[in-house]
């Protein structure tokens, strides 16, 4: 079974242009989220989506954005880059069971983001 | 106080030691528990789930005490391949809070011939 796939792997961008990070989950499963991880610092929650929905974000500025598509894969959009911007993206998929309950996150293999 | 605390190490240990990682979180509303893996610059894998008091898989044993707010992991007869970051992952449950994970800053093991 194929795990969770997220492309480019690696991405150079200058201050103030965009980026889009694309990230495809495990089949089955119907959330996916985005994780932030800077140089030295643990992995910091960006955003959730489930069946299309965004369920939740993390304590970032509005220029990070994202979506789900029908076929649950899922893009990350950073506006405006800064330079304190660079680091590794990290998307991870699970299953969403009734009653709110969530199962085990399985991460991709990132894209790493320089901003010049 | 931090939302998960951890040991940051590095935990240099010989091949065939045992080894345990402590790990404490803040919100007693948290409803699941998890360690990970994660070699360097790589992604996080999943190592262990904890729902309940405890969990065991082979050298791996992680146990959960809810009233201290504290997990652990124990690593026995330790691998060259052990040696990685682990992280203590927090799920905070249900609310506003519901699906995003809370990750430690990882604890680094090193584990020598």
């Known amino acids: 079974e194929a795990g969770v796939t997220q492309s480019p792997t690696h991405l150079i961008k200058t201050r103030g242009q965009q980026a889009t990070l694309r990230c495809s989950p495990i089949s089955g499963h119907t959330s996916v989220y985005w994780y932030q991880q800077a140089l030295g610092l643990g992995l910091q929650f960006l955003l959730w989506?489930?069946?299309?929905?965004?369920?939740n974000r993390g304590n970032f500025p509005p220029r990070f954005s994202g979506r789900q598509f029908p076929n649950y894969s899922s893009e990350l959009n950073v506006n405006a880059l800064e330079l304190e911007d660079s680091a590794l993206y990290l998307c991870a998929s699970s299953l969403l069971g009734g009653g709110g309950k969530t199962y085990e996150q399985y991460f991709g293999p990132g894209t790493r983001l320089t901003v010049t | 106080r931090k939302e998960v605390e951890q040991d940051p190490g590095p935990f240099n240990v010989p091949e065939g030691a045992t080894v345990a990682f402590n790990c404490t979180y803040s919100?007693?509303?948290?409803?699941?528990f998890f360690w990970y893996r994660q070699d360097c610059r790589k992604e996080p894998k999943l190592l262990m789930s904890v729902y309940s008091s405890g969990n065991e898989d082979g050298r791996f044993t992680a146990q959960l005490n809810r009233a201290s707010q504290y997990i652990s992991l124990l690593i026995r007869d330790s691998k060259l391949s052990d040696s990685a970051t682990y992280l203590c992952?927090?799920?905070?449950?249900?609310?506003?809070?519901?699906?995003?994970?809370?990750f430690g800053k990882g604890t680094k093991l090193s584990v020598k011939p």
């Open positions: 989506y489930d069946e299309g929905e965004e369920r």
């Open positions: 919100n007693s509303a948290s409803q699941s």
């Open positions: 992952v927090v799920n905070p449950g249900y609310g506003g809070s519901q699906g995003n994970l809370i």
